[in-house]
């Protein structure tokens, strides 16, 4: 397959636009789930732990 110039720009374009629903998408579901405390936080305080 010959890549021309505007081929590049459309291939570029259409992968810059999936990029970008996905993270909106990303984003959507994460607000939605309720805040995780980090992994530090967790490492340090575990259940069961004394």
């Known amino acids: 397959m010959e890549w021309t110039p ?3 720009k459309a291939e570029i374009d259409y992968r810059q636009a999936a990029l970008r629903s996905d993270a909106a998408h ?3 579901g994460r607000r939605s789930l309720p805040a995780r405390r980090s992994w530090w936080r967790r490492l340090g305080h575990r259940p069961g732990q004394v």
């Open 26 to 28: 990303y984003r959507v």
């Open 6 to 8: 505007e081929a590049l």
